[in-house]
């Protein structure tokens, strides 16, 4: 080949070379600037924090070993993404109480941010009335998910309002609650896109028949079947519970605990590794995480009385409350009082700010039973109201036992943390105060006409313990010379 010739194509080839070399260079500082601007030009930042709520049916508080419980169901803080190991990574509540002692009232009260009075829905015989802020989440960019595996909260209710995909599983069928809810979230997760999910386990509610490998805690030699029907027949006849029953009972509801929490454990676990899988970091880098409870449960506290239906009391009404996320202090206790209706606008400080009002701070929460009973409480103090004429008797539930409330009674929770032991005769000042207090938030009530449901299934109310109740005589707090 003659020299030009070769020389010629040496410098074409050389240019060739440049030119591509140039073009490499600049695709990669297009690609670092995309990593400067959005983290990657496949994956644009997210515009916010996601929201994940987890919640657990009928568990109780003061069972948990995060708040004092020698027995600790819920696992160690050495395992990830048990509840241990998230309190030390999140803010816990040390007081939170819930609005009603059944399902249907109090999470109505966290999707609206109401109480069962304003929103309607005081029992699943009524729909709840006002809208849920699930729709504003929806109305604002947010995929919302919803799984639950108590059948109470329906359509028929209102409970799917605003979202996306919703739905039941029965509680045999309790894990889909987390695999189906898993396969919604990951496209959204990968894409990017802003997320709010709920799940609600119902395990540890009755009959309290955990899994055999959750049931370590039980004595084989002597089992029991804590099952409806010897849970009512010990509430009709409160004689028969001796100690060494209502211990085996709470051994098999705390293996229900331990079985909850763990499906908890495992799904917060995957979650976190959605967020992984899409190079974002990990769930809480991302997301708002609230861990909650409805209601607790009784478990013999008073009346032979295990379930959670008919009481305001603090084994049912103190209530489990975490959240974790990039703004909440890692370890944090509070410990004055916090309603649990206002968690929604609370955590949406944080999520979705300029939304909703911040809830107003108030040094008292209030619970009822429909209209028929009330208890407020403060930081120190529990007062417990019974206004109606003729229903000192008790909520008519399942089974058909008395469950008698006094017309007017006061608790001090620092010394008496069950309410059990009456001062209001020795303390005038304090039921005066409380009770002006119980007319005040009363007055401020927009009560809502309830709507019937209808249609429910009775075979499902009996089996949840809630097919008789009574309709509410509708009666407003007295005032102490009323007494």
């Known amino acids: 080949m003659p020299r030009a010739k070769a020389r010629s194509r040496m410098v074409m080839d050389r240019r060739k070379n440049t030119g591509e070399a140039i073009l490499f260079l600049m695709s990669r500082r297009v690609a670092f600037l995309c990593l400067l601007a959005f983290g990657g030009c496949a994956r644009p930042e997210p515009a916010g924090l996601d929201l994940i709520l987890v919640s657990i049916d009928t568990l109780r508080a003061d069972r948990l070993g995060i708040y004092g419980a020698e027995r600790a169901p819920e696992g160690r803080a050495e395992q990830p993404w048990t509840l241990p190991w998230l309190a030390e990574r999140g803010v816990v509540w040390d007081s939170c109480w819930a609005p009603a002692g059944k399902t249907v009232p109090s999470i109505g009260s966290v999707l609206t941010g109401l109480s069962p009075l304003e929103h309607g829905a005081t029992t699943h015989l009524f729909q709840l009335g006002a809208s849920s802020l699930v729709e504003g989440l929806r109305e604002r960019g947010f995929r919302t998910f919803g799984r639950v595996a108590n059948r ?81 027949e010990i509430h009709r006849n409160p004689s028969e519970l001796t100690p060494g029953l209502r211990k085996d009972i709470r051994a098999l509801y705390d293996g229900e605990v331990a ?64 959240i974790l996320g990039p703004t909440w202090k890692p370890g944090e206790r509070r410990a004055e009082p916090f309603a ?15 939304w909703l009002e911040p809830p107003a701070s108030t040094p008292s929460t209030v619970g009822t039973w ?41 608790f001090d929770r620092s010394v008496d943390p069950l309410e059990v032991n009456d001062l209001s005769r020795s303390n005038p000042e304090q039921l005066q105060a409380m009770l002006q207090a119980l007319n005040a938030w009363f007055d401020s009530q927009e009560i809502r006409v309830p709507v019937p449901v209808g249609g429910m ?27």
């Open 259 to 322: 079985y909850a929490t763990d499906m908890l454990r495992v799904f917060l676990e995957q979650l976190d590794s959605q967020y992984r899988a899409a190079d974002r970091g990990g769930l809480l880098e991302n997301a708002v995480v609230v861990f909650f409870s409805d209601h607790g449960e009784e478990l013999g506290d008073r009346n032979g009385y295990f379930l959670h239906a008919k009481s305001l009391y603090a084994g049912v009404t103190r209530v489990p409350l975490m």
């Open 457 to 483: 299934d009775p075979s499902l109310l009996e089996e949840l313990g809630y097919a008789e109740e009574a309709e509410s005589s509708g009666c407003r707090p007295r005032s102490l010379n009323g007494r």
């Open 370 to 410: 429909m209209r028929d009973f009330y208890v407020l409480r403060d930081s120190r103090w529990t007062l417990v109201h019974a206004p109606c004429e003729g229903r000192g008797w008790g909520p008519k539930e399942p089974p058909q036992a008395s469950y008698p409330y006094p017309e007017i009674a006061l």
């Open 152 to 232: 109470l909260l329906g359509p028929q209710i209102g409970f799917d309002r605003g979202f996306e995909d919703y739905a039941i599983r029965p509680r045999e069928f309790e894990p889909l609650v987390s695999k189906e809810l898993l396969e919604l979230t990951a496209p959204v997760i990968q894409e990017g896109g802003r997320l709010f999910a709920w799940a609600h386990f119902m395990s540890p509610h009755q009959p309290y028949e955990p899994p055999v490998p959750y049931q370590k805690w039980s004595d084989p030699k002597h089992p029991i079947r804590a099952n409806n029907t010897l849970l009512n």
């Open 340 to 354: 649990l209706q206002n968690l929604m606008a609370s955590v949406m400080q944080v999520v979705e700010p300029n």
